[in-house]
């Protein structure tokens, strides 16, 4: 059975930091592995797509990365910012037994920046 | 505007009521998801329907049921036999359901059980 979990489940930090959020999944037969970012009481915003051939992509600030055989991936967050404040969510993609695109959820890193 | 539409934002249910959460979409999406919530955990999928007129249980279907009877509606109905039903629920569509088509959220409603 698949499971995702992400490390730390909260972080608070100084504006202009640096920071790296955690997601570790347990069955490497993913089709992709996606990065979404949650506003309190909101929907969910994609951030980053990655398939599962593919080490990393990049949007702005954000670098995600993929290894895949490990089980391991890393959303990097540049010179953080008071508005990047949120909850950020990893899922993985399964084939479902419906034939259908599942997802598998972790359970968030909660993010406040500070100034 | 094109997009996800959830409605209400927030609901009450009594102990014993039906409740039905409206979801809509306008992008022309052949398949429709809904999640629930809960604090601390991941979302978790209740019921998906890849074409109108049909639909799957999800992992946690237990106490809800659904319908698609039109390619942009996918309402959800929380039934007294859901026992813990106070969660917020998030609805999801996608161009189809093969795993290449990205899965679009909408806004939540955050149902909550006095």
């Known amino acids: 059975k698949q499971e995702v979990t992400q490390i730390p489940a909260a972080l608070s930090v100084p504006e202009g930091e640096n920071l790296v959020l955690n997601c570790s999944f347990t069955?490497?037969?993913?089709?992709?592995l996606q990065w979404f970012r949650q506003d309190p009481g909101k929907g969910l915003t994609s951030l980053l797509l990655?398939?599962?051939?593919?080490r990393e992509q990049t949007s702005g600030r954000l670098n995600a990365s993929l290894d895949k055989s490990s089980g391991r991936s890393t959303l990097y967050i540049a010179a953080s910012q008071p508005g990047d404040s949120a909850t950020y969510l990893c899922?993985?993609?399964?084939?479902?037994?419906?034939?259908?695109?599942?997802?598998?959820f972790g359970a968030g890193t909660r993010l406040a920046v500070h100034p | 505007d094109g997009g996800i539409t959830q409605s209400p934002k927030y609901l009450f249910r009594k102990e014993g009521q039906n409740v039905t959460l409206s979801c809509e979409q306008n992008?022309?999406?052949?398949?429709m998801y809904w999640y629930r919530q809960d604090p601390g955990q991941g979302l978790r999928l209740i019921y998906y329907s890849q074409i109108v007129n049909d639909f799957q249980k999800g992992d946690i279907a237990e106490g809800y049921s659904v319908s698609r009877e039109k390619k942009e509606s996918f309402p959800l109905t929380v039934t007294s036999a859901q026992k813990n039903p106070t969660a917020f629920y998030l609805c999801?569509?996608?161009?189809?359901?093969?795993?290449?088509?990205?899965?679009?959220f909408g806004p939540g409603t955050r149902l909550t059980v006095l």
């Open positions: 992008l022309n999406h052949d398949a």
């Open positions: 990655i398939q599962s051939s593919q």
């Open positions: 899922a993985v993609s399964l084939l479902g037994s419906g034939g259908y695109n599942k997802l598998i």
């Open positions: 069955d490497s037969a993913i089709y992709n």
């Open positions: 999801a569509s996608s161009i189809s359901a093969r795993q290449r088509d990205t899965q679009y």
